[in-house]
Nanobody, 123 residues
Framework: VQLVESGGGSVQPGGSLRLSCVGSGFRVDTYYMGWFRQVPGKDLEGVATVGSSGAPVYADTVKGRFTLSKDNDESTMYLQMNDLKPEDSAVYFC??????????????????WGQGTQVTVSS
């Protein structure tokens, strides 16, 4: 299993970015997947996650601004981030697991991780 993120960068507050995560070695439509983020000195924070069925789960801090989607044919998961704020600055990681988590936004149990992509929101 391999996950490769892309799409990070620097934007001004209020701007948008779209992150991509390409999965290989497994079927993305059969795994539970999501996005976490981390700032220096802090633990990983769940941002948005989704299973093979059902609606995505979002952290309260990003609800209404971020949208998670998947293209199973392209084996790719996306995170559309709008109205970005300085507090959204972090390294964003793509993650996947086979089982359905009890707490989707908690990092425990996620087995596969990408290398991360930096998002910086600053004026």
């Amino acid at each position: 299993v391999q996950l490769v993120e892309s799409g990070g960068g620097s934007v001004q507050p209020g701007g948008s970015l779209r992150l991509s995560c390409v999965g290989s070695g497994f079927r993305v439509d059969t795994y539970y997947m999501g996005w976490f983020r981390q700032v220096p000195g802090k633990d990983l924070e769940g941002v948005a996650t989704v299973g093979s069925s059902g609606a995505p789960v979002y952290a309260d801090t990003v609800k209404g601004r971020f949208t998670l989607s998947k293209d199973n044919d392209e084996s790719t998961m996306y995170l559309q981030m709008n109205d970005l704020k300085p507090e959204d600055s972090a390294v964003y990681f793509c993650t996947a697991r086979r089982d359905w988590p009890r707490n989707p936004l908690v990092k425990l149990g996620y087995r596969y991780w990408g290398q991360g992509t930096q998002v910086t929101v600053s004026s």
